[in-house]
């Protein structure tokens, strides 16, 4: 069975850092794509980073270029989300999701396995 979970929100101050996690089991993390995704209330989900180890790629949204990075530890079985230089309009709930391929699809639906999410608030 695959499952994600997500760590590591919490309420931080505007230009502050958090780091996510997101530890899998259930599959195989070299062969697939996790794709970092945020949304807040009444917004549309958004894909904020994705990482494909089997082809070496990483990307990111231009809101977030320069201040997150996106890592993995294959060994652990887990994604990470460095998220440096905090704004209040990064506030969203946090997801990670696992693309059935080692392409990183921008379009959330074709994402196959979802965690439940850890809440990023960012007070200024």
């Known amino acids: 069975e695959v499952q994600l979970v997500e760590s590591g929100g919490g309420l931080v101050q505007a230009g502050g850092s958090l780091r996510l996690s997101c530890a899998g089991s259930?599959?195989?993390?070299?062969?697939?794509?996790i794709g970092w995704f945020r949304q807040a209330p009444g917004k549309e989900r958004e894909r904020v980073s994705c990482i494909s180890n089997s082809v070496g790629s990483t990307n990111y949204a231009d809101s977030v270029k320069g201040r997150f990075t996106v890592s993995s530890d294959n060994a652990k079985k887990t994604v990470y989300l460095e998220m440096n230089n905090l704004k209040p309009e990064d506030t969203a709930v946090y997801y990670c999701a696992l693309q059935p391929s080692w392409y990183c699809n921008p379009d959330h639906r074709s994402y196959s396995y979802w965690g439940q999410g850890t809440q990023v608030t960012v007070y200024s």
């Open positions: 259930g599959f195989s993390f070299e062969g697939y794509a």
